[in-house]
């Protein structure tokens, strides 16, 4: 099973192993270009799942690393805008390119 971290400080980067640093600074740029485009990306899926406007939120609080070989973001979660509690979760394909940014290796 693959070793997670849950990032919520600068600080909690340093719990990452050494060996593994490049690859979660990797995927947090990543992550960084998803937390930019939120908004656009949470009425995408609003309106996708027919849920009221504003009623989901991406999780841009917590980056929540999991250490499982693969150079990209592999999934995200969604949260509900009033609880905060997790509501749904989609996988993310191989290489995605995400708005407009270049896939890893382009």
């Not at 600080?11 to 947090?28: N, Q, R, V, W």
């Not at 609003?46 to 690393?65: C, I, K, R, Y």
């Not at 990209?72 to 940014?101: H, I, Q, W, Y």
Request: net charge negative; with cysteine; proline share 4%.
């Amino acid at each position: 099973m693959a070793d997670e971290y849950m990032i919520r400080t600068v600080t909690d980067f340093a719990g990452i192993p050494e060996d593994k640093l490049l690859e979660c600074l990797s995927d947090f740029v990543q992550f960084l270009e998803l937390v930019r485009h939120s908004a656009k990306f949470d009425q995408e899926m609003q309106m996708a799942f027919e849920l009221p406007a504003g009623s989901l939120n991406l999780d841009t609080d917590v980056f929540h690393w999991i250490d499982d070989g693969r150079r990209e973001c592999s999934a995200v979660a969604f949260v509900a805008k009033e609880t905060g509690e997790e509501v749904g979760r989609m996988d993310l394909p191989s290489n995605v390119k995400v708005t407009g940014a270049p896939a890893h290796g382009d």
